[in-house]
C-alpha cells in the first residue's frame, strides 16, 4: 500500500494521436494543498479529466490512495472521495445559499450514507459550520442568483466540501474575480488545506503566490519542473515556456534581478526610475556572452513585468557569492536613494533593512548616504 493520496505513472492520453498528457508521472502525499501552473493547452483541464474518470487514459495509471482508478466509472470515482470544482459556478441560482449547501450536505448523505448504513454523525458538516468557512453566513438567505462572482465560487467550493471529498480538485478558481474575491478564495483555500488534500489549477500568478507551497508546471503533457514558488521563478525552462524564448540570464542573474526589484517593489510599484536603475546598470553588468544589450534590456523588463516577490531571509544560501550581493547591495542602496525626500520609514527602507540582513555583508559595505552629500 502506497502512502501517496495520489500517484501517477506515466500517462499518456491521446486524442486522435495527440498526446494531450505525455508520458507524466506525479506524485502527492495526503494532506497537501499543490498548484499546478502552465501554459494554455499544457494538459491541465485534461490532467483533472483523468483524476475523475472523465477522460481513459491511452497508457499508465492512476492511484488514489493505493487504488488504481482506471476503467472505474466517474460517478465512483466520485463516491471514493475525489471532489471536483468546475471553472464556472454551478449553483442553483434560485435557492438560498443555506438551500444550496443543505442540499449538497444532504446530496452525501442520502446517496452514499444512507446507501451503505453509514453514520454520518461525526464526518457529517453542518450547514451552519460550512456558512462559517466559506464566510457567507451574512448571505446564508439570500438566493443564489444575487451573489458576486466570488462569492458564488466560494459557496460552490462549499457545496464541494459539505460531501466531505478527501482529495480537492478546483480549476483556474480566481478566473475574472476582483482582487478582493481572490484574496478570499485564496484564505478559503488556505483554511481548507488544514484539513483536506487539494490539488488547484491556476493562471494568476498573484493568486498562486498567495497560496502555493509546492508548485508543479505542465507543458506539453508532462512535468516540467516541480518545486517552491521561488524555485520555479528562477528556473530557466520555465522563463522559457512564459516568455515563449530560452532566456539569456543564468538562474543566479535572475535571483539577482529579483532581490533588486523586490526591494523597489516595497511599496506595491516599481517607479519609472527605479526600473531605469535595475535595467540600466544590470544590462550592463549582465551582458557579455555576446547578447544584444537592448535585447536584454527588454528581457530583464519582460521578466520584471510577472512580478517579484522574494524572501530576504536566506540570501547568504541563494545568492553565494559576495560579489553578487555586493552589487545587489549596491543596486539596493541606488534605490533608496532615490525616496530620500520622503519621511521615513519608507517602505524601500524597510525593505532594504531586511535585506541587510539577509545579505550579510561586512558593516563596512553598509552605508546609505542619507544626507546626499
Ligand atoms: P489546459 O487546461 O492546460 O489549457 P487542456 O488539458 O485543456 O489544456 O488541453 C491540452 C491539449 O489537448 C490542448 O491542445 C487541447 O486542444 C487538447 N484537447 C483537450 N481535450 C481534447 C479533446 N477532447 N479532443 C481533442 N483534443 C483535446
Ligand atoms: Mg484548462
Redesign the pocket.
Known amino acids: 500500500m502506497t502512502s501517496k493520496i495520489l500517484e501517477i505513472q506515466d500517462l499518456t492520453v491521446s486524442?486522435?494521436g495527440?498526446r494531450?498528457l505525455n508520458h507524466l508521472t506525479f506524485s502527492m502525499n495526503p494532506g497537501e494543498l499543490r498548484v499546478i501552473i502552465?501554459p494554455?493547452?499544457?494538459?491541465?483541464?485534461?490532467?483533472l479529466d483523468v483524476i475523475t474518470g472523465k477522460v481513459q487514459p491511452t497508457e499508465g495509471r492512476v492511484l488514489f490512495q493505493g487504488k488504481d482508478i482506471r476503467k472505474i466509472p466517474e460517478y465512483r470515482i466520485a463516491r471514493l472521495g475525489v471532489g471536483r470544482k468546475f471553472q464556472t459556478p454551478r449553483v442553483y441560482l434560485n435557492l438560498t445559499v443555506a438551500e444550496n449547501l443543505d442540499l449538497a450536505v444532504n446530496r452525501k448523505k442520502s446517496v452514499w450514507g444512507t446507501l451503505m448504513g453509514q453514520a454520518t454523525g461525526a464526518e457529517q458538516r453542518s450547514v451552519g459550520g460550512l456558512l462559517e468557512t466559506i464566510g457567507l453566513t451574512p448571505k446564508a438567505h439570500l438566493a443564489a442568483a444575487l451573489l458576486s462572482h466570488g462569492e458564488k465560487q466560494r459557496l460552490e467550493i462549499g457545496m464541494l466540501v459539505a460531501q466531505s471529498p478527501t482529495l480537492l480538485l478546483v480549476d483556474e478558481p480566481v478566473a475574472g474575480l476582483t482582487d478582493e474575491e481572490t484574496e478570499n478564495v485564496g484564505d478559503l483555500l488556505l483554511a481548507l488545506a488544514e484539513s483536506h488534500s487539494i490539488i488547484v489549477?491556476e493562471h494568476d500568478m498573484e493568486f498562486v503566490r498567495q497560496i502555493a507551497r509546492k508548485v508543479t508546471v505542465?507543458h506539453q503533457?508532462s512535468v516540467l519542473c516541480e518545486g517552491n514558488m521561488d524555485q520555479i521563478q528562477n528556473d530557466p525552462k520555465v522563463i522559457e515556456v512564459y516568455l515563449g524564448e530560452a532566456p539569456s540570464l543564468s538562474p543566479q542573474q535572475f535571483k539577482i534581478l529579483r532581490t533588486v526589484a523586490a526591494v523597489a517593489a516595497a511599496d506595491g510599484k516599481i517607479s519609472e526610475t527605479e526600473m531605469a536603475i535595475i535595467l540600466d546598470n544590470l544590462s550592463q553588468v549582465f551582458k557579455g556572452s555576446g547578447s544584444d544589450p537592448q535585447h536584454l534590456r527588454q528581457e530583464l523588463q519582460d521578466y520584471l513585468l510577472q512580478g517579484v516577490e522574494v524572501d530576504f531571509a536566506n540570501l547568504t544560501e541563494e545568492i553565494p557569492k559576495q560579489e553578487d550581493r555586493e552589487l545587489v547591495l549596491r543596486l539596493s542602496q541606488e534605490i533608496v536613494a532615490v525616496h530620500r525626500q520622503e519621511p521615513e520609514p519608507f517602505w524601500e527602507w524597510q525593505a532594504y533593512q531586511e535585506l541587510l540582513r539577509g545579505l550579510n555583508l561586512p558593516i563596512t559595505a553598509i552605508s546609505v548616504d542619507e544626507d546626499g552629500d
Open positions: 486524442f486522435d495527440f494531450a502552465g494554455n493547452g499544457a494538459g491541465k483541464t485534461t490532467f489549477i505542465l503533457g
